[in-house]
Nanobody
Framework: QVQLVESGGGLVQAGGSLRLSCAASGSIFSIMGWYRQAPGKQRELVAS???????NYADSVKGRFTISRDNAKNTVYLQMNSLKPEDTAVYYCNANSLRGYTYWGQGTQVTVSS
C-alpha cells in the first residue's frame, strides 16, 4: 500500500523559511514533487524532481524554493525561502510510480503572513 506522509507546514512571516518533507512508502517513484492549491484557485505544480536528480520549478518559485530527494529514504523535501503571502496554500506531495500510477499526500497548510 502506497503512503505519502507530509510534514513541515505552518505559519510564517513574509521573508521567512519553511521546509516540507514527504516520506513515501510502498513503491519506487520515478518522479516526486510538490503541488499547491490556494483558496479559489486550481492546484498547480510547484516543483518536481526525477530519480536521477533533475528538477523542474514553477517560475513563481525559482530562486526561492529548492526541491531535493533522498532515494534511500524515499523522501522528497521542499526548502522554501523568502516566502511571500502569495505562497499561502495547501501543499500536496505527489509521486509517480514506475508503473505509471500517481499518488497524493493528504496536504499540509502553509500560511505566510504579511
Amino acid at each position: 500500500q502506497v503512503q505519502l506522509v507530509e510534514s513541515g507546514g505552518g505559519l510564517v512571516q513574509a521573508g521567512g523559511s519553511l521546509r516540507l518533507s514527504c516520506a513515501a512508502s510502498g513503491s519506487i517513484f520515478s518522479i516526486m514533487g510538490w503541488y499547491r492549491q490556494a483558496p479559489g484557485k486550481q492546484r498547480e505544480l510547484v516543483a518536481s524532481t526525477a530519480w536521477g536528480g533533475s528538477t523542474n520549478y514553477a517560475d513563481s518559485v525559482k530562486g526561492r524554493f529548492t526541491i531535493s530527494r533522498d532515494n534511500a529514504k524515499n523522501t522528497v523535501y521542499l526548502q522554501m525561502n523568502s516566502l511571500k503571502p502569495e505562497d499561502t496554500a495547501v501543499y500536496y506531495c505527489n509521486a509517480n510510480s514506475l508503473r505509471g500510477y500517481t499518488y497524493w499526500g493528504q496536504g499540509t497548510q502553509v500560511t505566510v503572513s504579511s
